[in-house]
């Protein structure tokens, strides 16, 4: 017996101009509803509409004018059907859980929306965001010939401030706020790239671990926070100053999102007809190419307690870890030329962001990675990084895409006999080493460094997900900054040097 019919919110991703994006989706989704013990209406069924493409536009205002939306239009559909899921794309997921954050987080109970289902979501931005305006526009795989918007870019650009501080507020959420007085999340992401869409010249758009815009880390709410401090100053024998260590506190230093559910789709790519996790769903029901995305989005819909959603979560992640073994090895023939190769591991991104105590970006800094009893950085294995991004809006952040399986080790990768590549026994630890600049003057910063270990790599590195790293650095402030000189006799005081840091042990 079917429950009673379910009121479903379309929301789409970014620069989309026509609710044909959605593809057949919809339409599929009533189709097979009845079968999987659910009951969808069409005229029950919303197709989510904003503007995205003006440089004026934010992602908040986005959020501002959704829960207006909900408010206008679907108020009467809530009371006469109940709670509605939302089903989101791309920059549609970050949409709506920044609408969650700012207006029902704190009234359990009171939100309308009871599942939001995200298809490929760019919950922790997109490596192509930086690309600009221009170049991006011309990427078939993310528009449909239209102008970005630079107000979402903003917030799409790798380790921006404001997907920092959404991601940290879902970090900092207690396992209760999934469940039927909160909300249902699930991620739905492909790995696989459409080559037809690949730009040579923007290689992120053919990038392993994504679908060609969005990277499974960026995608996955299952996230972790490492916090790193700087040790206290100290005075040295021969009359300088240090504060050398980068300190990984106690167990509140390391913190991890609420159990999320999570599947990665075989064979789907971002977007588009053939292949894209939404646009590519034929209307027709039974169409055994889209069985594997219906199937888990209907049976993310039939979720019902937090029970049920622990048993999908750990269903999903056995049929994802099935999904990347059997994509590991892309095979791509070429007529009248030896065949291409792509091994698909699995990434690990990790958005590190250095201020001060005072909560400053540090905007000058090396940060050096190292591996090894003697924290050697050429001790890392080769492969180990395939892209590294600093934000350009927020200097003092800088995001690493880290390839897991070579960081932690693995088995060799052969193809008919023929050994793609050797195995990996990976890394003995990872370290950290932070050189900032400036490094004297009346206020200046130190070096400082946490020692490899094998701690460490198992905290901020994990398989399809992302990890904030947020390291705090001592403000060095020296004396003479301000002084207070006794009697009234005037003198110059251009030639006064630096004292002493104020505080110092």
Sequence with gaps: MTDSPRLIVFVHGWSVTHTDTYGGLPERLVAESKAAGLSLVVKQIYLGRYISFHDEVRLRDISYAFQDAVERELRGAVEQYGRFACITHSTGGPVVRDWWQRYHRERPGACPMSHLVMLAPANFGSALAQLGKGRVSRLKSWFEGVEPGQGVLDWLELGSREAWQLNEAWIDCEESVIGARGMYPFVLTGQSIDRKFYDNLNTYTGETGSDGVVRVAAANLNATRVRLSQSAVRKERGGGFSAPELILGDGAAVTHAPKTAMRVLAGKAHSGKDMGIMRSVSARAGVRKDAETVGAILDCLKVASPQEYRELSRRFEAE???????????????????????????????????????????????????????????????????DRQGNKRDRGTITYYFNWDVMCGCPEVVHEGRVLRPASPGAQGLGLQIRPRPTEGFVHYLPCAIGASTELLREIMLPNQTTLVDITLRRIVRRGVFELDRGVQQKSFKQTKPGDPIGSA
């Design 320 to 386: 994802t870890a099935q999904v990347q073994e059997a994509e590991r090895k892309e095979v791509q023939s070429r007529l009248l030329l030896p065949d291409n190769f792509f091994i698909h591991d699995r990434y690990s991104m990790v958005i590190f962001r250095v201020h001060d105590e005072a909560g400053h970006a540090v905007e000058d800094f090396d940060l050096v990675l190292t591996a090894g009893p003697n924290d050697d950085p050429n001790h890392l294995p080769k492969g180990f990084a395939l």
